[in-house]
């Protein structure tokens, strides 16, 4: 019988030790995070023997339509066969660089690409919005002899001069507004009047403003009026000004102490409902928050131990109400991080590294339409988009 009473107290004090540790498990991790499965079937296969390569950009319309950017001058000699003088095979042709998708994958409508424009980027990346349907494309070649192009279709004129621009254009693709101009030189973090590899951009259309992650050769965010292209302000790193920024390259990466200045590329900018500005810090392995002045928040890191191309690629905010999540694409580990958006906790991720549906390796981009549903854009090796069902 003593034994018997020993075995049912060591029982309750199993139990009692259990419900102490799920008590103690912080609510936000307890978090029930959106579950996706992947559609095989999205998109369709691309018409007029086109074939996409890097894909950079992504945006979803207001119609539930999906634009993705990508880049024709990358694509290698061999995936462009029929596109060479003369055709080394029957397949492909390098597809224009702006493509709209429905939801069922097919192609609705696509313009741009090398000389559609004047100071058309030579390496197209990111693309956005804005409320009256207007197209912002950034750009980040920097100078030199085509080390960033594998076999390129359309041989830009001039290799020394870097993307250093952003180009507003009608939804019919003429140009509206170009902020900085296509240049040679080091970076320059505090000459507002051109740009230096501007990944991507926000357009915050009640105040007439257009926030530009300006990351790839420098490292800051710049604001410029939508309109007129006007400069307003910008920022570093924990809200550095512009006249603190090095226009060296960053130091080695501390994997033990956050980084003083954006050790870059920064390929993501996003504003929250409630008015805060998320930028990401690529090899940094973080997330900053800002107020739209500039005034730092916090931060938010991920994986620091993370070398190479780093774990903080692009964020994007879940569809609800109270934007909830943050999801942050981690392009080196393959994987998108579900963050609680208040205070930076992670509730799960989405996915694994590697090249099967579903998978990702060098995950660029992410976007959600009004169903919940989520697109992906991947850049080389696996150079596609794919689609992911909401399913609980």
Same mark, same amino acid.
């Given at each position: ?75 290698? =000699? ?24 429905d939801s069922q994958g097919n192609v609705v409508?696509?313009?741009? =690409? ?23 494309? =950034? ?56 740009? =230096? ?145 208040q205070d930076g906790t992670e509730l799960g ?44």
């Open positions: 019988m003593d034994r018997m009473r020993g075995k049912f107290a060591f029982a309750q004090w199993i139990l009692l030790c259990c419900f102490s540790a799920a008590a103690i498990i912080p609510a936000a991790q307890a978090q029930a995070i959106p579950h996706f499965k992947v559609d095989p079937t999205w998109p369709k296969q691309l018409p007029n023997n086109w074939m996409m390569f890097n894909a950079p950009g992504m945006v979803v319309d207001k119609s539930d339509h999906i634009w993705v950017i990508q880049r024709p001058r990358q694509m290698p =000699g061999a995936d462009a066969a029929a596109a060479q003088t003369p055709p080394t095979g029957e397949c492909c042709v390098p597809a224009p660089s702006v493509i709209e998708f409508k696509s313009w741009g =690409g090398p000389n559609f424009v004047p100071d058309w980027p030579i390496l197209e990346h990111g693309l956005t919005i804005d409320g009256d349907g207007n197209f912002w494309v =950034g750009g980040n070649y920097e100078q030199g002899p085509g080390a960033q192009l594998a076999a390129p279709i359309a041989k830009p004129k001039d290799l020394s001069l870097a993307d250093r621009q952003v180009l507003k254009l009608s939804p019919e693709g003429k140009v509206l507004l170009e902020i900085g101009h296509p240049a040679s030189g080091p970076a320059n973090n505090q000459d507002t009047t051109m740009l =230096g590899g501007p990944a991507e951009v926000f357009v915050d259309d009640a105040a007439h403003e257009v926030y530009i992650a300006d990351g790839y050769m420098n490292r800051r965010v710049v604001v410029y009026d939508s309109k007129n292209g006007t400069f307003k302000r910008g920022w570093g790193a924990y809200g550095m000004p512009l006249s603190g920024i090095d226009n060296g390259k960053p130091p080695a990466h501390d994997t033990a102490t956050p980084d003083k200045e954006f050790r870059g590329p920064m390929d993501s900018i996003d504003i929250s409902d409630d008015g805060l500005v998320y930028v990401t810090d690529r090899t940094g392995d973080r997330v900053q928050v800002f107020t739209k002045e500039g005034k730092f928040q916090k931060e938010f890191v991920i994986l620091p131990k993370t070398l190479g191309t780093g774990s903080a690629w692009t964020t994007t905010f879940s569809r609800d109400k109270q934007q909830k999540y943050l999801y942050v694409c981690d392009g080196f580990n393959g994987l998108i991080h579900v963050l609680n958006r991720t989405i996915g694994h590294k590697g090249p099967n549906a579903g998978q990702f390796n060098q995950i660029e981009k992410i976007v959600f339409d009004s169903h919940g549903n989520m697109y992906t854009t991947e850049v080389a090796p696996n150079s596609r988009i794919q689609k992911f069902v909401r399913v609980k």
